[in-house]
C-alpha cells in the first residue's frame, strides 16, 4: 500500500500537535509550518479534512489554535488516512 503525500504530511501534523499540544495549549499552524519546513497552505488544506472528520479540533482567536480531538493513543494511521484521502 502507498501513502500519499497528503497522508504522510497529515502523520507529521498529529505527531507534532501530540508532541507540542494540551487541552490548555493550543497549537497555531504557524508554530507546526516553522516546525515542518511545508507550504502553510497546504497544512491548512490537511487540517481542514483532519478537523471535519474529528480527528482534531480548533479555536479561532488570538489563543487560538489547533489540538488532537482526543488522546494521542486511541489516534489510528487509518483514522487519519481515511480522513485525508
Known amino acids: 500500500m502507498r501513502i500519499s503525500t497528503k497522508g504522510i504530511y497529515a502523520l507529521e501534523i498529529v505527531a507534532d ?41 480548533s479555536v479561532c482567536g488570538a489563543y487560538g489554535g489547533y489540538c488532537l480531538a482526543k488522546n494521542a493513543e486511541e489516534i489510528t494511521a487509518y483514522d487519519l488516512l481515511a480522513a485525508v484521502e
Request: hydrophobic residues 35%; positive net charge.
Open 17 to 57: 500537535l501530540a508532541m507540542h499540544s494540551t487541552e490548555d495549549s493550543w497549537e497555531r499552524i504557524k508554530n507546526i509550518v516553522n516546525r515542518r519546513k511545508k507550504k502553510k497552505k497546504y497544512l491548512e488544506r490537511i487540517m481542514k479534512g483532519l478537523k471535519d472528520n474529528g480527528v482534531v479540533v
